[in-house]
C-alpha cells in the first residue's frame, strides 16, 4: 500500500456553477475546526477552487470558454493540472493532515471540455496521466454533488454562467454522465435542500459511513 493510499478517504464537492459548493465547504471547515471529529482523526486540509487563481494567472476570462475552442481547451487543460498540483500538494506524506476537503475536482474541467469545445476534447483529458491519477483518489474518497437547479443564481463576474435552467441543467447531467461512466460514486445534496446545516449534516453522514466521525 502506498503512503497515499493510506490516508483517509477525502471529500470531493462538485457541481455545476452556482450550487454552493464554496459555501458548503466554507461550512463544513468552520464545523471541523469546532473538532466536529473523532478524536483521532485530525482535521482536514481545505482545496480551495483551482480554477479562478488559473483564470487569473494565465489571463484568461470566462468568455474564452464558450467563444473560443481552443482558448477553452487550453483552460481546461491549464485546470487540470492545477488541480492535480493541489492534490500532490495535500498528500505530502509531511502534510499536517491524513485529508482533505476540495471544492471541486479533477472532473470538472473534463465536464466543461465536453460541453463547450466536444467529446474529442474530454477524451484528451481523460487519456493523460494527470486525469488518471486524479481519477484514482476521487474513487477511493467521498464525492458529494451538488444538484443545480436551486433556488441561488449569481454571478460573482469570474465564473461561467449558464444561459439558462437548461443549460444549467445540461451541465448537471454532464456530470453525472461521467460519474457513471466512469464508475465513481457519489451522493447528492439536492436542490431542495437549502439549509446550510442540512447539507452539513448530509457530509457528515457520508463521512459516518467511513468512520471519520
Known amino acids: 500500500m502506498t503512503p497515499e493510499e493510506a490516508r483517509s478517504p477525502c471529500v470531493y464537492i462538485i457541481g455545476a456553477q ?7 465547504v466554507n461550512a463544513l471547515e468552520d464545523s471541523f ?3 466536529d471529529l473523532k478524536q483521532s482523526t485530525t482535521k482536514p486540509l481545505i482545496i480551495r477552487e483551482v480554477a479562478r487563481t488559473v483564470l487569473k494567472e494565465k489571463q484568461f476570462s470566462r468568455d474564452d470558454i464558450t467563444t473560443s475552442p481552443s482558448r477553452a481547451l487550453q483552460l481546461q487543460k491549464h485546470i487540470l493540472e492545477a488541480q492535480f498540483d493541489a492534490e500532490n500538494a495535500a498528500n505530502a506524506p509531511e502534510g499536517p493532515s491524513s485529508w482533505y476537503i476540495c471544492d471541486r475536482s479533477g472532473l470538472d474541467p473534463v465536464v466543461y471540455a465536453q460541453l463547450f469545445v466536444g467529446e474529442e476534447a474530454a477524451g484528451e483529458l481523460l487519456a493523460t496521466e494527470t486525469w488518471k491519477g486524479l481519477e484514482r483518489r476521487m474513487k477511493a474518497s467521498i464525492v458529494i454533488l451538488c444538484e443545480a437547479g436551486c433556488s441561488w443564481l449569481i454571478d460573482d463576474g469570474t465564473r461561467l454562467m449558464p444561459e439558462g435552467m437548461e443549460q444549467w441543467m445540461r451541465i448537471d447531467t454532464a456530470f453525472r454522465s461521467l460519474l457513471a461512466v466512469r ?3 457519489y451522493a447528492v445534496v439536492p436542490k431542495d435542500m437549502i439549509a446550510i446545516g442540512e ?3 448530509l457530509v457528515k453522514e457520508q463521512l459516518r459511513k467511513h468512520s471519520l466521525l
Open 18 to 24: 452556482c450550487t454552493g459548493k464554496t459555501t458548503l
Open 33 to 35: 475546526h469546532r473538532n
Open 183 to 185: 464508475e465513481i460514486a
Open 199 to 201: 447539507r452539513v449534516e
